[in-house]
């Protein structure tokens, strides 16, 4: 919106004369330095990198425009980041009513971007799709170079504004846009790119254009990705299953694709042996996190056309007079839908849910079409996703007669809270707190340390059902999950679950330092992640932190985190020229009596409680699937690094 403003102004800036134009572009430059997240999301460790793709994204609109196949990024050894492509290169030429070069104005007009070429179909964009002058302005300094009419062109940037005009510094017989930037030390505090953050989008981005070359190096140690797949985002749909192992269950994977009225649309999708849906949509590029309807129309033909077919040709009798619902047909199904649309509209909280109504039109009647001919052609493959499909509605049958069994018997009813549960005398949700806390010892003193008034006690026996193997049903059998479900009052599965119902305003996992206690906690976090996802994207999930160490002199206590903070202690003391220090480790949490619990790890005052956020779904379902999949190796592996992983779920 502030975007669009900025833009008219220049535009009458440009009629008035030329010194209202440097003006208009010094006011540009100021207001992103002054409001840096209006433009790029944040300064932190995320608009940071999202500098990066700003940047890139102009080489993957020339690589859509057919002009570019190849994207070099480099983190250099001074922490600039350089991104060249081998693109026309952007023009230099010198617009009439301003007297400049076009690079310049491309590099210092805030809102100007590659808008000048009418005929090109720019359809990638960022966070905000706000471009290099944005990127410059946040910039200590940028230089571009720009490959182009046999000659190489030169600027340079200081904090986005241009240090001289543009200059030949040279031949070529190439073309192409190189840009180095370095973000501007008194915008971000944090400057350190991380090599895995930007090489996980380049692979996405390499991935999601099946004609582009992606390399990425980090010059500070070596590190080096190649990124290129032919098979596109095809690949990405048997490369998804195969790093979560799941297993296709069809030999074909099906794969759509087709244009209408400038409109791309690309599906590839395969089933496999989990009971989960995987569904990833894009627009332009960008995740669409909240979907939209270029998913509803993929969703809906999907149902439509397999049911038909289903119908048609009698597959439905082991169903009984059971309706295969669009869930059933998403059971184990891995997909990615991505859409390139011209002026797309992005809508919901985070801006990630695609709006436009003709797209839906455009992708249900495409996917109604080609996957009706695809299994026509292929009645095996069809056979089996309808297998597939009786199964999950089975399955969701008997955990209705389930959940019902268990309501009637109040187990899933709120009125009537678990036993177990130590629950707090305040009702208002939002400053209320449960902790669900590994092993009846620790759930013991937990219930002994609190504060009452807000904090509830949810002791877990051992290790609760992998609801990664499970369907629903099977779950509801057991205790644990039951018990959880009931104290958090949500409710569960399709048309029961709903965040609102949260009788917690936080839910904080408080599980022992060990390879068991990161077992549980990451079972839990599975079973959140998979059947109540919206109370992990509502931030009310966190994990409790309590110290590894006690450092005791005399009657002096300090609790320590880590190593590190442990042999500070000690030193502290020693320094003091204290003797008799005894140092303990806490092996779980029963170990510390109700008062060192409080103090350490519940009291709001002094804890540290890590916040467990979706940033990147993909991501989140790769690694619990490799975590509670069948495969053991993978998963001891994990395990290991466990705690880095929180960490990230944490940015
Ligand atoms: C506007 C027009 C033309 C190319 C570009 C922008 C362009 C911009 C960037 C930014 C990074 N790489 C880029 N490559 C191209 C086309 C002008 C022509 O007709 O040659």
New binding site residues.
């Given amino acids: 919106m502030e975007l669009t403003d900025t833009k008219e102004t220049k535009q009458a800036s440009v009629a008035v004369d030329y010194g209202a134009e440097n003006i208009q572009v010094l006011s540009g430059i100021e207001h992103v330095r002054k409001r840096p997240a209006m433009y790029i999301g944040d300064v932190g460790i995320r608009g940071l990198h999202h500098l990066v793709y700003e ?1 890139v994204d ?2 993957v ?2 690589a859509l ?1 057919g ?2 196949d190849y994207i070099y990024v480099s983190i250099n050894a001074d922490g600039s980041i350089t ?1 060249q ?1 081998r ?5 230099v030429g010198i617009k009439k009513d301003t007297g400049k070069s ?1 690079l310049e104005l ?1 590099m210092t007009v805030i809102g100007a971007g ?1 808008k ?2 009418k005929n ?1 179909y720019k359809v990638s964009g960022g966070l905000h799709g706000v471009g ?1 002058s944005v990127v410059n302005a946040l910039s200590e300094w940028c230089e571009v170079e720009v490959q ?1 009419e046999g000659k190489i062109f030169f600027q340079r940037y200081e904090r986005g504004i241009p240090k001289a005009d543009v200059k030949e510094i040279g031949k070529s017989k190439q073309s ?2 190189r ?1 180095t930037f370095m973000p501007d030390p008194l915008i971000f505090k944090n400057r350190e790119f991380r090599f895995e953050t930007l090489a996980e989008r380049m692979r996405e981005l390499a991935y999601l254009n099946r004609n582009l070359t992606i390399i990425i190096e980090d010059k500070r140690d070596g590190q080096r990705e190649e990124f290129h797949f032919k098979g596109g985002i095809a690949e990405f749909v048997s490369d998804l299953d195969k790093k979560a192992n799941r297993l296709a269950i069809t030999k074909k994977l099906i794969f759509i694709e087709g244009e209408k009225d400038g409109t791309m649309v690309e599906i590839a999708f395969q089933y496999n042996n989990s009971y989960q849906e995987n569904v990833f949509s894009y627009v332009n590029n960008i995740n669409t996190h909240e979907g939209g309807t270029h998913l509803t129309g993929f969703r809906k033909a999907l149902t439509r056309t397999l049911n038909n077919y289903a119908t048609k040709n009698e597959l439905l009798k082991s169903a009984k007079n059971l309706q295969l619902t669009g869930d059933d047909y998403r059971e184990g199904l891995t997909a990615v839908v991505s859409v390139k649309v011209p002026e797309p509209q992005f809508e919901g909280q985070t801006k990630t849910k695609l709006g436009n109504s003709e797209t839906q039109t455009i992708v249900e009647t495409m996917v109604n079409e080609k996957l009706s001919e695809f299994i026509e052609q292929n009645p095996g493959v069809a056979k089996i996703i309808i297998e597939k499909a009786i199964g999950a509605a089975q399955a969701r049958e008997a955990a209705r007669k389930a959940k019902e069994l268990t309501r009637r018997k109040s187990a899933l009813d709120s009125f009537s809270l678990p036993g177990k549960l130590a629950d707090c005398s305040i009702s208002d949700p939002e400053l209320c707190e449960l902790y669900i806390v590994e092993g009846d010892s620790a759930g013991g003193s937990a219930k002994q340390g609190r504060d009452r008034r807000f904090q509830a006690i949810l002791p877990l026996k051992g290790k609760i059902l992998n609801v990664e193997k499970a369907r629903l049903n099977k779950m509801l059998e057991n205790d644990e999950i039951r018990t959880i479900i009931t104290a958090l009052g949500t409710g569960i599965g399709e048309g029961d679950f709903d965040t609102e119902k949260l009788r917690y305003g936080k839910i904080i996992l408080m599980t022992d330092a060990d390879v068991d206690g990161s077992h549980i906690r990451t079972l839990l976090l599975t079973f959140f992640f998979r059947y109540m996802r919206g109370i992990v994207e509502a931030g009310k999930v966190f994990i409790a932190q309590p110290p590894l160490y006690l450092v005791k002199c005399g009657k002096e206590n300090v609790y320590a985190w880590d190593d590190e903070e442990r042999n500070e202690a000690i030193k502290r003391f020693e320094s003091k020229g204290k003797e008799n220090i005894v140092i303990q480790r806490y092996k779980g949490l029963g170990e510390m009596n109700p008062e060192q619990l409080w103090e350490t790890t519940m009291n709001p005052e002094t804890r540290t409680l890590l916040q467990v956020g979706i940033d990147n779904a993909m991501e989140a379902d790769k690694i619990f699937s490799t975590l509670m999949g069948d495969e053991v190796e993978p998963r001891r592996q994990f395990i290991e690094t466990h705690a880095r992983y929180v960490r990230r779920l944490d940015v």
């Fill in positions: 940047i102009n080489s609109d020339e425009a002009y570019n991104v492509d693109g026309r290169g952007i023009p076009a491309v590659g000048f070429d090109s290099a182009r192409g846009t840009t």
